[in-house]
């Protein structure tokens, strides 16, 4: 059985054509193999990157005229809070 949180994320993201994945520290590799499967099952473009690098350049791929670009955060609760 999928779980409701699982099948609202489905929901609001199936007509999407772009995806951020953010993580850190074990969250990224988390990440990118979220991003992986994305691609994998759903044909949506999804990319992976660490949420400490954002401000470096990934976040000129977010689309300010639309202001809708989905990004999903990989939120571990350890010693990299």
């Known amino acids: 059985m999928i779980s409701n949180s699982?099948?609202?994320?489905?929901?609001?993201i199936h007509?999407?054509?772009y995806l951020m994945v953010l993580g850190k520290g074990e969250g990224?590799?988390?990440a990118r193999e979220g991003a992986l499967k994305i691609k994998e099952v759903?044909?949506?473009?999804?990319?992976?990157?660490?949420?400490?690098?954002m401000k470096h350049g990934?976040?000129?791929?977010?689309?300010?005229?639309?202001?809708?670009t989905k990004v999903i955060l990989i939120i571990m609760d350890d010693?990299?809070?």
Request: proline content about 5%.
């Open 6 to 12: 699982i099948k609202d994320l489905a929901i609001l």
């Open 15 to 17: 007509k999407e054509q």
């Open 28 to 30: 990224l590799a988390i």
């Open 42 to 53: 759903t044909y949506i473009h999804a990319e992976a990157f660490s949420a400490g690098e």
């Open 58 to 68: 990934p976040i000129a791929l977010i689309e300010p005229e639309r202001n809708k």
């Open 79 to 81: 010693e990299n809070k």
